[in-house]
């Protein structure tokens, strides 16, 4: 979006809400006061965090927070994962990832890893991504759901449990649970069409989509959502040094007719992606006490982001001017769920199979194989590196039933039986991109990194929950799995809430869990590549890995706990503070950058005995060569507190105002290093940048003020996100590290809208709407990586910012409802 039109666009807001304020009161009618009390959690009954019927949000027993459609669409970008992190302080979004990362951003809450939060739809769990996030970062070594294959506008709310509850729901659950709660109206619907970018150029953004509730027969409902999306290139990267360096300018003039020279290294910025979704919800009640259900999601994406660029020396003959290669990503993601609830024999019973497949067929365009040209003269341009599977099918049988025991209210007694079966698999690439060091910027994957792999797990849980006294709840649950290829687990949960008056409650949980590591932490091998450095993904779980004192993975263990207080001063006024602990015990996490050349005095044999000993074949043209691997390298303690309050007011004739404020504290600490592997030395498995990964690359804290005016037809919600201190470390050898420091960060989100007609709404809105962006990169990291003529000195903001590299967003958005 150009950038003239950027700002008509910041004036026709800043102009709507003077509109707004200063305009003649209208007489709010009864669905204008409605709709605006749609702050998502008040009253709300929840599914999650309990086997319990008819719980509501305020009357938790563990923090949950609830989040409706409409507070999902006023975020503005028609991203799942933007919408919750914008709304929920604990919970932190990806802003860039590297290689193939960057067109599946990941995102995490409460500081730990993205696979440390399971993710439910309709409470039935969601198979995980398979684009593993392999390159450094805090969001290194994600798999989990893909969000953003689940459209907003399919969407009733979101429950989010912010609490252990692995003993509840299996593995995964050691932050919490996100249970995406789908439509299931039978008539009417709703348009909606949204258009945006951001204010410095790029990430061009469009999205229409569709939702219709249909009653094909008697006593059943069919809702129905499609989505179409597009997000366009973005680039805040600097001038690559070796395009300025006077004797590559000497040796290759080419260079000056690359486009956009010197600005030709495109690396850092968004993906470029065309995605289409759909979502189904059915239920039909047999009878009362009998329903059959299904759940369909589909969707596929076709995507492309930058790569470094390449001087004219690599392939001369072929690109004159040098060349910029694509990494491409076609993926389809599918899932399907059926089932079958009613009640046996006065007990209520649920039976479900789950299936969910995700498939990424990674390629390279505009690149070539230097070692292919040279040995026959010709190389294809275009290539197919391979592909990663991952699917995972599960099947449950639950049972409930409450029992009068003389208790202050029945005893819920909750049980049931999972089998889960997951695979995950690698093809390997075409033969040309795999021929010796492969294609330029993301070689195929060999025929000794592909393989397929999977594992079988089951489980067995309980939970009891009742009152034993007035005002006193309790609720414990137990949980045996086996997994097929380490072992079995053990965990349990105890969980209380007291209430002392209908003012103040104290609640609060004890638990411990697990993470079984995902087949592709486990699993995954590529070669990591750029234009001097070649280094390799090696699978923890092979013999190579052995040479290096990595001998696979192991489940994590961790040990929650957390206390919380609940306030409803008023009938209008709420507010929870719950404070937390989490320990983890063999964290999996990826190590720092391992040389085995061009480290200088940091290298280890080891090291390159390892790459060859699992097959790849790298570069002789680069400098720099090594490994990066996954292992159980550290134990690690979160401690933090989350506060939420809400308040409505009516103000009469000057509308209504819903008040929010949320924020969290949370402090990780890598409190024990598990393991230094003598063969690796003078190296160590985790170099201060993967250490800041996890201490300090997020925020510790995180504040977000809101307030929500409605008067009349018209609409203003205007938000505040505060984003504390965030750093990291960076080198350009391995020896001599800098810290880029990102200091405290305010940013402001507006959004104006107008109700046309009953059906038709009008918004115009921004995020970020004053245009912030990061501190940059340590000036002597990009000091030294100049000197050295390291391309890495294109990216000039730092990947790990929590409020993203490209600045504000601005958006128009239009809804129509039927």
């Known amino acids: 979006m150009h950038k003239a039109t950027l700002k008509i666009g910041v004036a026709a807001v800043l102009s709507t809400l003077a509109m707004g304020v200063y305009a003649a009161p209208a007489a709010a009618d009864d669905a204008a006061v409605a709709d605006a009390a749609d702050t998502g959690s008040v009253g709300a009954v929840i599914v999650t965090g309990t086997r319990s019927s008819g719980i509501k949000a305020e009357n938790s027993a563990s923090p949950i927070q609830v989040l409706d459609s409409a507070s999902l669409q006023r975020t503005g970008q028609p991203d799942l994962i933007q919408a919750l992190a914008q709304n929920l302080p604990s919970f932190t979004a990806q802003a860039f990832g590297g290689d193939t990362a960057n067109m599946t951003l990941s995102a995490r809450l409460r500081g730990l890893s993205p696979n440390n939060t399971l993710v439910l739809v309709n409470g039935k769990r969601r198979h995980g991504t398979a684009n593993l996030a392999v390159l450094g970062g805090p969001y290194q070594g994600g798999a989990a759901a893909d969000l953003n294959y689940i459209p907003v506008a399919a969407i009733d709310h979101i429950e989010v449990l912010q609490d252990g509850a692995a003993a509840q729901y299996g593995s995964d659950a050691i932050a919490g649970v996100i249970n995406i709660i789908l439509k299931s109206n039978n008539s009417g619907g709703s348009a909606m069409v949204t258009g945006g970018g951001y204010w410095d150029g790029g990430g061009r953004t469009g999205d229409g989509s569709l939702n219709v509730g249909l009653e094909p027969f008697k006593d059943a409902f069919l809702n129905l959502t499609v989505e179409s999306k597009y997000h366009g290139y973005s680039d805040r990267g600097g001038i690559d040094p070796r395009v300025i360096d006077p004797a590559n300018i000497a040796a290759y003039p080419g260079m000056f007719q690359q486009p956009g020279y010197p600005h030709v290294n495109l690396i850092s910025g968004d993906a470029q992606y065309h995605q289409h979704v759909f979502a189904a919800n059915f239920g039909w009640d047999l009878n009362p006490d009998t329903q059959v259900y299904a759940i369909a999601t589909y969707g596929k994406k076709e995507a492309s982001a930058y790569e470094n660029y390449r001087l004219p020396s690599r392939l001369p003959v072929v690109y004159p001017t040098g060349f910029s290669p694509r990494e491409t990503m076609k993926e389809d993601d599918f899932a399907f769920t059926g089932g079958i609830k009613g009640k046996l024999a006065g007990w209520n019973m649920d039976l479900s199979a789950t299936y969910g497949r995700d498939k990424s067929q990674i390629g390279v365009a505009n690149s070539g194989n230097v070692s292919l040209f040279n040995d026959t003269g010709s190389t294809p341009t275009v290539f197919r590196a391979g592909a990663f599977i991952a699917s995972q099918f599960t099947t449950t049988l639950e049972a409930s039933q409450e029992f009068n025991i003389g208790w202050a209210k029945p005893l819920n007694v909750a049980a049931g039986l999972e089998h889960r079966k997951d695979k995950y698999e690698i093809e390997a690439g075409d033969a040309a991109s795999r021929y010796k060091e492969g294609s330029q910027s993301y070689p195929g994957f060999s025929l000794t990194d592909a393989g397929s792999h999977d594992r079988d797990n089951n489980a067995a849980y309980v939970d009891i929950a009742g009152s034993p006294v007035a005002d006193l709840t309790l609720d414990l649950a137990a949980r045996y799995e086996h997994f097929s290829d380490f072992g079995s687990a053990r965990v349990g949960k105890v969980t209380s809430r007291y209430d002392f008056s209908p003012v103040v409650a104290l609640r609060g949980t004890v638990s411990n869990g697990f993470r079984a590591p995902t087949l592709a932490e486990s699993y995954y091998s590529a070669t990591n590549v750029g234009p001097t450095t070649a280094f390799v993904q090696l699978p923890p779980n092979s013999p190579a890995a052995k040479l290096v004192g990595v001998d696979g993975l192991k489940p994590e263990r961790s040990t929650n706990f957390s206390l919380g207080l609940v306030l409803n001063p008023a009938k209008n006024l709420s507010m929870t503070v719950d404070a937390y602990q989490i320990k983890i015990r063999d964290r999996i996490v990826g190590s720092g950058l391992l040389f085995g050349s061009g480290g200088g005095a940091n290298n280890s044999a080891a090291v390159l005995a390892a790459i060859k000993a699992n097959g790849n074949v790298l570069d002789s043209a680069v400098s720099q060569t090594g490994i990066n691997i996954f292992s159980n390298a550290v134990d690690t303690r979160s401690r933090g507190v989350e506060i939420v309050t809400t308040l409505n007011e009516n103000y009469g004739t000057a509308g209504r105002v819903d008040w929010s404020a949320a924020a969290n504290y949370n402090k990780v600490e890598v409190t024990k290093i598990n393991q230094a592997p003598t063969q690796l030395a003078p190296q160590t498995l985790l170099d201060k940048t993967a250490i800041a990964d996890l201490e300090t690359a997020s925020p510790k804290l995180r504040v977000n003020l809101g307030a929500l005016w409605k008067?009349?037809?018209?609409?203003?919600?205007?938000?505040?996100?505060?984003?504390?201190?965030?750093?990291?470390?960076?080198?350009?050898?391995?020896?001599?590290?800098?810290?880029?420091?990102?200091?405290?960060?305010?940013?402001?989100?507006?959004?104006?809208?107008?109700?046309?007609?009953?059906?038709?709404?009008?918004?115009?809105?921004?995020?970020?709407?004053?245009?912030?962006?990061?501190?940059?990169?340590?000036?002597?990291l990009l000091a030294d990586q100049r000197a050295a003529g390291d391309n890495a000195a294109v990216t000039v903001l730092p990947t790990f910012s929590p409020i993203g590299i490209n600045g504000g967003y601005y958006y128009v958005r239009a809804n129509y409802k039927f």
């Not at 391995?734 to 809208?753: C, F």
């Open 711 to 780: 008067l009349g037809n018209w609409t203003v919600n205007l938000r505040e996100s505060i984003y504390g201190k965030s750093s990291s470390y960076g080198s350009e050898d391995g020896a001599v590290y800098h810290k880029t420091e990102i200091s405290t960060k305010y940013l402001t989100d507006l959004e104006v809208g107008y109700k046309v007609t009953p059906a038709l709404s009008l918004a115009v809105g921004a995020n970020n709407l004053f245009n912030k962006y990061p501190d940059g990169v340590n000036p002597l």
